[in-house]
């Protein structure tokens, strides 16, 4: 399996939020994880920043942000230059996965937690 420097965008560190799910996941798969969230805070060692913050090597960005949330991060994330962008259920935005594949930046709609599992991620 190959690993998969993944950034966690809407990370908690409520357990029942699937952002939360998913850091965990991530970590149990071997995949070293980064987290941004609406607070500054720590999930097992895994700082949770606060805003955009200069994350190098990611090539999975998966977002447990609403559309509406996205908006202030479309730069941030073409700029993070990451290979694919996860949208989790709920977080479906047309007008991302166009400037994504504008830059070739792949799209890919599905659970993060689901794609793990299924050994799909």
Known sequence: MKERKTLVMGA???????????????QRFGHPVVAMGKKEDNLDGIKIEKGAAPFDGVDTVTLYLNPMNQKQYYDY???????RVVFNPGTENPELFTILRQNNIEVEVGCTLVMLSTNQY
């Open 12 to 26: 908690s560190t409520e357990p029942t939020r699937y952002a939360y799910k998913a850091v965990k996941m991530l």
């Open 77 to 83: 994330i073409v700029g993070l230059n990451p290979k």
